[in-house]
Every structure is written in C-alpha cells, then in structure tokens.
C-alpha cells in the first residue's frame, strides 16, 4: 500500500541551512530520509555531498509522521521523497516535497487449496472406470465386425 503526501519541510530557518537550501539542485540533488539521531520520534530529510558528507536540510513536519504512523505502524513503512523544489518567500528558502509512504510489511502469502485425498481417489476410480467400460465397448465393437 502506498500513500502520496505533498509538504513544507520544518527546521530550515537556521543560517547553515538556508545556505545548503538555497545551493539545492532538485535535477541534480537527490534528497533521502532518515530518522533523527537526536530525536527518533523526528524524521530529518538529508543530502549527501561529495566526499560523503551527510547534511540535514530539514524535518518532515510531526503531523505527517504521525498520521503515516497511524495508517503503518512505527516499523512498517518506508518513507521516500521523489520530488521537490526549493521556494522563497520572505527572504527565507524552503522546500516543498513531494513523499512516498509504503508499507514494508510482509504480504501474507494465501496457501494452495487442496483437494481432498478421498476426492482424488473417487476421481482416479471414476477414470478407471470409464476407461475399462471404452475398452470393453471397442472390443464388442471389434468382435462385431469379425
């Protein structure tokens, strides 16, 4: 199951991080999620620079969270952004997203539903049968026309 949600990322008004937003590319910068170290109840929205420096550029709002974790679970969902933009209004930068929740709990798998083996048997009978009255037909058959 997947559910679709469209928001402003919290916690960007800070100097560092109106410098890193405003520097986002979204055809180039490629945004992930990760739960806060500080705070797992938050989770922090992060861009990975050359040299594999991990910089948070902001939080998904708790409302969201909550309401995701209402429809999955706290274990159950994987949460994706695969669009965004960077905006600016009042002299602030922001980024409006675009996240994907998905459910990452395992799909029961419905078990085969077997025939009863006295039904099998009646059905291998019911062939046995048949066959040796088609047998018996053709060879009164046959003896007919000698």
Do not use: H, W
Not at 78 to 104: P, Q, W
């Amino acid at each position: 199951m997947t559910e679709f949600y469209s928001i402003t990322l919290e916690d960007v008004d800070n100097t560092q991080t109106q410098a890193l937003v405003k520097g986002l590319d979204p055809k180039k910068d490629i945004l992930f999620t990760a739960l806060s170290l500080d705070n797992p109840d938050r989770i922090e929205v992060q861009l990975i620079e050359p040299i594999n420096t991990v910089r948070t550029v902001g939080l998904i709002p708790s409302d969201i969270i909550e309401q995701v974790r209402e429809e999955y679970g706290t274990e159950n969902v994987k949460l994706d952004i695969f669009n965004y933009s960077v905006t600016f209004d009042n002299g602030v930068y922001g980024v409006e997203a675009d996240i994907r929740a998905t459910s990452t709990a395992a799909v029961p798998v419905e078990k085969e539903k077997k025939l009863p083996l006295i039904f099998v048997i009646c059905i291998g009978a019911a062939t046995a049968v048949l066959t040796a009255v088609l047998v018996v037909l053709k060879l009164i058959n046959k003896a007919k026309k000698r």
